[in-house]
């Protein structure tokens, strides 16, 4: 049978317009870009390993600050270490002049959910700590990007001046706080920012303001048996006190969230505590509908002391804004993600991901790699918190989401362990590398794109003064072990 000409006609022109979607040009310096991360790869690739071996916690992030910071010392940065009073803190610097943008990276692992690379749980070293936000990705990923556009400054391609932030603690203290309060991003234009995930997108929703705080009750102890009359239990405060937030969350905002951890209910069965101790995070999508809520549950742990007749002391540990959001700033990311595509997987790692969602009672769909679009910014979106928040009230930022495992896979768990340890979260990785490398060219590049980011920046901020929640004094850093 013969095919008609203008069928052969359209079927070639639809091939050259699918073909010229999927091949658009890049310019010569994003090209750059792609040939910099390949080229560092399997550095990257080896220094996220080391960091994800090596799991260290909040503040205790020695060897993993410190295979960064070497990398970028040996790539032609100046770094300075223990900035903000954090050991484990550190800047590294390329280039002068304007503009200036920095890239964040974190490192920090969560206790308790060590993993081994694959896709059953079984703990790698049992009761150690594994990265189940996938920050051993974040921080090698953000400074291959980085080193990216530190060897086209160093070519004469660009001007101006990269910034690599080594930033400890996001898990627990939110080190970040400190470096803003050191005025940190004092002399920066634009920061970029990017987090695992399991989708690709420009991330413009903001994320929940938190503070994060200590409760501690302090009774009488006594015999349990023989004389409990003589004592006052710190654990009948405790006690009160969950009660009273538990009931109090009928009557807050479908915004707000609040939980606890009981650290500390007394010792032994047999006698009455004379100890307590809760450690508290209040959350809500806007710093000024989180701290009512605050006030109130500190209110309650006087109530609860009263009850129980202890005395009691609160104690504030740190708190973050939500992010400010910029969409300009997103516009330019989409532009870059929508260049770069998807990212293709292997037969074995699709396998690997349906293995997770099997194990872990999702659907069986696989990886998704596709660009999402730009989403309306949401006025109360939902999710976690980030100390980004704090740095994109001080400065420009722009967020960036990637997928390093599969779709609808519990975070801070077991399984964002396993795919951070393998070639799906390297994947994601050097993607990032890619993508926020090439928007930073963009902005090198164009300086009406650093004044409009800049512009919203400051129209969304407003007039609102930023003051850190945190205690006086020095960050809480631990006796290193």
């Keep these: 049978m013969k095919t008609k000409p203008f069928l052969v006609l359209l079927c070639l022109l639809l091939s050259f317009a699918v073909s010229g979607q999927k091949k658009k040009k890049l ?21 996220s390993d080391k960091i994800w071996a090596s799991a260290e916690t909040a503040f205790e992030e020695y060897n993993s600050s410190e295979i960064l910071a070497s990398y970028a010392e040996k790539n032609g940065f100046t770094v300075e270490r223990g900035v903000a009073g954090m050991p ?3 800047v590294a610097t390329y280039g002068s002049g304007k503009p200036v943008i920095s890239v964040l990276g974190e490192f920090d692992a969560l206790p308790g959910i060590s993993q081994k690379a694959q896709p059953t749980k079984e703990a790698l070293e049992e009761g150690a700590g594994g990265h189940g936000c996938g920050h051993n990705l974040f921080g090698t990923g953000s400074l291959g990007a980085a080193i990216a556009v530190k060897e086209l400054i160093e070519r004469g391609k660009l001007k101006g001046t990269i910034k690599f932030m080594g930033t400890p603690s996001e898990e627990k203290f939110f080190g970040k706080i400190w470096m803003v309060r050191e005025g940190i991003w004092d002399d920066v234009d ?3 920012s990017w987090h695992p995930s399991a989708a690709i997108r420009a991330d413009v929703q903001s994320s929940l303001a938190l503070v994060d705080f200590k409760i501690e009750f302090f009774g009488q102890a006594a015999h349990a048996s023989a004389d409990p009359w003589n004592g006052r239990s710190a654990s009948d405060a405790l006690e009160l006190y969950t009660q009273g937030v538990n009931y109090y969350r009928e009557h807050v905002k479908p915004t707000v969230r609040m939980h606890y951890h009981i650290q500390d209910g007394g010792q032994v069965v047999n006698v009455v505590p004379d100890y307590s101790r809760l450690w508290m995070r209040v959350r809500d999508t806007k710093r000024e509908g989180m701290m009512p809520v605050y006030e109130r549950v500190q209110k309650m742990a006087q109530g609860a002391a009263i009850l129980a007749n202890v005395d009691y002391k609160v104690s504030l540990i740190s708190g973050i804004y939500e992010v400010l959001v910029n969409r300009a700033g997103g516009e330019i990311m989409q532009q870059n993600l929508e260049l770069l595509g998807p990212i293709n997987y292997t037969q074995e790692e699709i396998a690997f991901g349906k293995k997770i969602q099997e ?23 939902g999710g976690g918190s ?34 951070g340890g393998m070639s799906i979260g390297h ?8 993508a926020m490398a ?4 963009d902005l090198f590049e164009n300086p009406k794109l650093v004044a409009k980011v800049k512009a919203e920046y400051k129209e969304r901020k407003g007039d609102t003064v930023y003051k850190a929640i945190v205690p006086d004094g020095p960050p809480p850093i631990p006796v290193k072990k």
């Design 438 to 441: 090439m928007t930073m060219v």
């Design 190 to 192: 634009v920061n970029i």
């Design 27 to 47: 310019s010569k310096n994003k090209a750059a870009i792609l040939a910099s991360t390949a080229k560092h790869k399997a550095a990257l690739i080896e220094i």
């Design 427 to 434: 994947k994601g990785m050097i993607y990032a590398s890619n």
């Design 386 to 419: 980030t100390d980004v928040g704090d740095v994109s009230w001080n400065v420009a930022n722009i967020n960036l989401s990637v997928t390093t495992a599969p779709k609808d896979t519990p975070w801070h768990s077991w399984a964002v362990v396993a795919c």
């Design 359 to 381: 194990v872990t009672g999702k659907e069986q769909v696989g990886m998704d790699s596709a660009i999402e679009p730009l989403e309306a910014t949401k006025e109360h979106p």
């Design 88 to 90: 484990t803190a550190f």
